[in-house]
């Protein structure tokens, strides 16, 4: 996991201190949601051919971990240890075969959701669209963690199949198209 990608787009985003408070501040907003956002979650995974075949008989444990995925959300770490975690998420899915854009549809699932509580939690419009700004910025970049787990496998693969250094594919796929 390239930690300078992931700096260079907190930046990008604007993703900072303020974020940080916000982000804190939504925990006990959102922790009284977190078992409905999850099974949710998972109901709607249950209900696609290819995504429930992927969760079948192992539901529980999914929903234990996705809880803490949730709380980490909003604990107000952001550095390295918390992007290696999101990291290995990124490659769970990629070891079980999950397509990404799974990944982006429930993400929107849960930004949906998210959206509902927070509001329901407060009747400043401006409180309600930074808190909500703040996590979709955290969602944004957990997305690009887990997609460069995706981005990273498949050019693994590519290596492996042609015989090509990393290093030579990268430069081939920047090269513009003609």
Known sequence: MDMQVIEEMKTFLNFGAQDIANLRALGPVMEPHQQQITDTFYDVLGQHGPTAKLIEGRVDQLKRTHAKWFADLFAGEYGQPYFEGRWRIG????????????????????????????????????????KYASLCKLLDLDLLVINLAYQDDRLARLTDFTGMKRALIENIIRLPKK
Not at 103 to 128: F, H, Q
Request: no cysteine; charged share 20%.
């Open 91 to 130: 490659q769970a899915h990629v070891r079980i075969g999950l397509d990404p854009f799974w990944v982006e549809g429930v993400m929107s699932l849960i930004r949906t959701m998210a959206a509902t509580a927070i509001a329901a939690n407060s009747a400043d419009p401006k409180d309600v669209a930074q």
